[in-house]
């Protein structure tokens, strides 16, 4: 069960666009389209932004993108607002024995 | 409205146990497979368990293997993670999350987290 690779941290100025990868391995991220992505407020449970790597949930601006290819799965952030400032934690689906696996988190800053 | 609320975190000592659960409402409740996930202190989201609408199918993480139990009570709407030889790296926030409606490892709605502290 090991945890999916994100870089630690990530930046941009409001109105750029910034893209936080997660890399897994064939087991998950590249074995099925079930990559998801969270945003996480400090003090605030995390709010799922992207499931099955290009779906964006109701209510989730279309700012929010996934795609994935091969082992690796990004979230692009069009438009940084300030509000956009988190973390953000992408899963995957890794097998029925491993069922879900989390990325260490990237710190996102919008400067 | 869909609503997850997590209760029965606290602090306990290395080697005791804690029943946490995690009452739900505004859907139907049997139909979803439900998790719980917990972040240590300053750290990232951790998957801890996830069982089946109809409790069929049941998953660990290695860390929880042999020591916790999730289970659910559909006509109480609850979900339970009973939680037995508790360590200090248990120390956590524990979250309650709802699968996404046809998808899998897509938790979409949670609750708002118990903590747990296991100190001495």
């Known amino acids: 069960q090991s945890a999916l690779t994100q870089p630690p941290s990530a930046s941009g100025s409001p109105g750029q666009s910034v893209t936080i990868s997660c890399t897994g391995t064939?087991?998950?991220?590249?074995?099925?389209?079930?990559v998801s992505w969270y945003q996480q407020h400090p003090g605030k449970a995390p709010k799922l932004m992207i499931y099955e790597v290009i779906k964006r949930p109701s209510g989730v601006p279309d700012r929010f993108s996934g795609s994935k290819s091969g082992n690796t799965a990004s979230l692009t952030v069009s438009g940084l607002q300030a509000e956009d400032e988190a973390d953000y934690y992408c899963?995957?689906?890794?097998?029925?024995?491993?069922?879900?696996?989390f990325g260490g988190g990237t710190k996102l800053t919008v400067l | 409205e869909v609503q997850l609320v997590e209760s029965g975190g606290g602090l306990v000592k290395p080697g005791g146990s804690l029943r946490l659960s995690c009452a739900a409402s505004?859907?139907?409740?049997?139909?979803?497979?439900m998790n719980w996930v917990r972040q240590a202190p300053g750290k990232g989201l951790e998957w801890v368990s996830s069982?089946?609408?109809?409790?069929?199918?049941?998953y660990y993480a290695d860390s929880v293997k042999g020591r916790f139990t999730i289970s659910r009570d559909n006509a109480k709407k609850s979900l339970y993670l009973q939680m037995n030889s508790l360590r200090a790296e248990d120390t956590a926030v524990y979250y309650c999350a709802r699968d996404c409606e046809g998808s899998t490892s897509c938790l979409e709605y949670w609750g708002q987290g118990t903590p747990v502290t296991v100190s001495s």
């Open positions: 069982i089946t609408g109809s409790s069929g199918y049941i």
């Open positions: 064939s087991s998950d991220v590249g074995g099925y389209n079930y």
């Open positions: 899963s995957s689906y890794a097998g029925s024995n491993n069922f879900g696996v």
């Open positions: 505004g859907f139907t409740f049997s139909s979803y497979t």
